[in-house]
C-alpha cells in the first residue's frame, strides 16, 4: 500500500483560485491529502499556531507563486504567505 501523502497549497488567495483548484483536484487525483489555509480562519495568533501545525505536520508543502505578495502579517512585516 501507498503512502497518503498530506500537501499544504500555499500561495494568495484571492488571485490564484484557479490554479489552487487544479492543485487539489491533482492531490486528490493523486489518492494524496490537500490541506490549505482556506480552512482556517484568518487572524488571532492562535489561528497562526494552528496553520503553521498543519504546515509542520504535512509532507508537502507546495508553494503557488503568482504577482501579489499577499496580506502583511503585523507582527512580522511579511506576507502569511512568506
Do not use: C
Not at 483560485?17 to 486528490?28: D, F, G, K, S, T
Amino acid at each position: 500500500m501507498t503512502k497518503k501523502l498530506q500537501v499544504f497549497v500555499s500561495s494568495t488567495f484571492t488571485d490564484l483560485q484557479e490554479e489552487r483548484q487544479a492543485a487539489v483536484e491533482a492531490i486528490l487525483k493523486a489518492s494524496h491529502i490537500p490541506a490549505g489555509m482556506e480552512l482556517f480562519r484568518s487572524g488571532d495568533q492562535s489561528q497562526k499556531d494552528t496553520i503553521r501545525k498543519w504546515i509542520e505536520e504535512s509532507d508537502v508543502y507546495l508553494l503557488i507563486l503568482g504577482g501579489r505578495y499577499g496580506a502583511i502579517e503585523e507582527t512580522s512585516g511579511n506576507s502569511y504567505t512568506h
